[in-house]
């Protein structure tokens, strides 16, 4: 069993290697190889040797190899998780302060934002998808990198690769409503369907009886149903109640937008973007990560968003060896789960996963109320994967004005034009 961890450099592969040691009864893994670019070259090698240390601390024969030759990495992988962020902080910093500007929301996987993040990744994720066609067909590749939904469609629409796209929201959101109820998360039955980072709870049962409306209760009291990454506004009880789900974290960007950009200005000038802010942790993570004395996954990295992250990807890929056809929430194509939506397009749902993949479970038509907003915000999604797969204005424009964050066509396209601008160097596709 050989994984393949591409932006192995990254501060989350800690929770990564920890995940694989904490599933080792399991399933067996026999290597796992760190590859990054030359540019991450310190922190590959930071975090490279306190994987190795975690490794050696388990006792588990698993060999740990770093390496900046991704063919190397991919060739022969059973698994290839793609966790890279092109441009890096800098760039997410960018996208974050650009749309501020604007009077929009500036966020790193969603509206401008994340426009120019898939812009800058899809192109990226479709060589290595090349590569991982050549060197290992039948490797499954889970997608971490961000926007996850719309990375996995492309991957999904231009490719053979059998993609799964993972995200951390779910099993968070179920972490936390398990919290709120007090009971164990195993005793949760929780239906998810919506769109990355717009996701919706659909139905809450604990022993075969509906809690959802304790939840909404108790979340509207107060309850933190959060991420670390996302200011904590909360939730209107009429709004959740007539609503009768729960809206991920990052609904908050839509359903509260006003007071959503009015904390993020604020923010931005006194405390730094969250890419900012984030540059800050990682400075200091990094620095624990040097410590020769450390074999562990340090409790610092809980100061960042993606909890939970290695259980999603360790428990998933788990139930693809074991078969053991446990549900997981994925990113998959659609393919007539949600009627009112495209084939082909990807989708995040509660699926069934055994050693043939994810089978989602049937969600059956979106109620109106939902349906609007997953359909505007899935139109944009596909306008900005043409885009960055072609290269096309026209379609980046149309891409941008769909968005609900953007409140015309003039600002999206200031929007464009700063965006392209400021990207150019990631973006040789529209530069032709
Ligand atoms: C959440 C999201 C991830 C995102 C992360 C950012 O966990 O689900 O998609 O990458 O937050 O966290 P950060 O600490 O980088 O702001």
Known sequence: MKIAVIGGGSSYT???????????????VDEIVLVDIEAGKEKLEIVGALAKRMIQKSGLPIKVELTFNRIKAITNADFVLTQFRVGGLDARANDERIPLKYDVIGQETVGPGGFAKAIRTIPVILDICDEIEQYSKDAWLINFTNPAGMVTEAVHKYTNVKVIGLCN????????AANILEVDRDDLNISFSGLNHLVYATKVFVGGK????????????????????????????????????LPCPYHRYYYMMDEMLIEEKEAAELRGTRAEQVKVIEKALFKTYSNPNLDVKPKELEERGGALYS???????????????????????????????????VIEVSCVVNSEGPQPIQVGTLPSEINGLIQQVKAFEQLTIEAAVTGDKGKALLALTTNPFVPSSKVAKLLLQDLLETNQDYLPQFHK
């Open 14 to 28: 800690p929770e990564l290697i920890e995940g694989i040691i904490l599933r080792a009864d399991q399933f067996k």
């Open 169 to 176: 929201v779910p099993v968070n959101m179920k972490q936390m």
């Open 210 to 245: 509906d809690k959802m409306n304790t939840l909404i209760e108790r979340i509207a009291e107060g309850r933190n149903m959060n991420m670390r990454n996302i200011h904590d506004a909360p939730w209107d009880k009429e709004f959740l109640q007539a609503l009768q789900a």
């Open 311 to 345: 259980e999603a990807a360790i428990s998933l890929i788990t139930s693809i060896v074991t078969n053991d056809h446990a549900i997981h929430t994925v990113n998959v194509p659609n393919n007539g789960t949600i009627p009112n939506l495209p084939d082909d397009v």
